[in-house]
């Protein structure tokens, strides 16, 4: 499975972006998918995250009521709200086949081009 996310761009403190997550040369069925983010100078840090049969998700405490995680087969997308700039940062997604969907980078084995998302205050 190759990945690639984009949706990424400059907004606003408050306002809202959506990200994507792309498979291509396969699907996501029985992958866990990860989302998570690299500020500058600090380390990648989990944001999101659905195991593998779709049935758990989690959030970071930090964007927890903000952003909402939703996937199908194909695609899978961060719908980011009350953005702040804090959230600025390079998102990656991952995946981890029949993973539990843990916060753990580590645990992900397939990783997508990152993209960046601003929030200007």
């Known amino acids: 499975v190759q990945l690639q996310a984009f949706g990424g761009g400059l907004v606003q403190a408050g306002g809202s972006l959506r990200l994507s997550c792309a498979a291509s040369?396969?699907?996501?069925?029985?992958?866990?998918v990860g989302w998570f983010r690299q500020a500058p100078g600090k380390e990648r840090e989990f944001v999101a995250a659905?195991?593998?049969?779709?049935?758990n998700t989690h959030y970071a405490d930090s964007v927890k009521g903000r952003f909402t995680f939703s996937r199908d087969n194909n695609k899978a997308y961060l719908q980011m709200d009350s953005l702040k700039p804090e959230d600025t940062a390079v998102y990656y997604c991952?995946?981890?086949?029949?993973?539990?969907?843990?916060?753990?980078?580590?645990?992900?084995?397939?990783w997508g081009q990152g993209t960046q998302v601003t929030v200007s205050s």
């Open positions: 991952a995946t981890d086949f029949v993973g539990a969907g843990t916060s753990a980078p580590h645990n992900y084995h397939n």
């Open positions: 040369r396969g699907t996501f069925y029985n992958y866990a």
């Open positions: 659905f195991s593998w049969s779709g049935t």
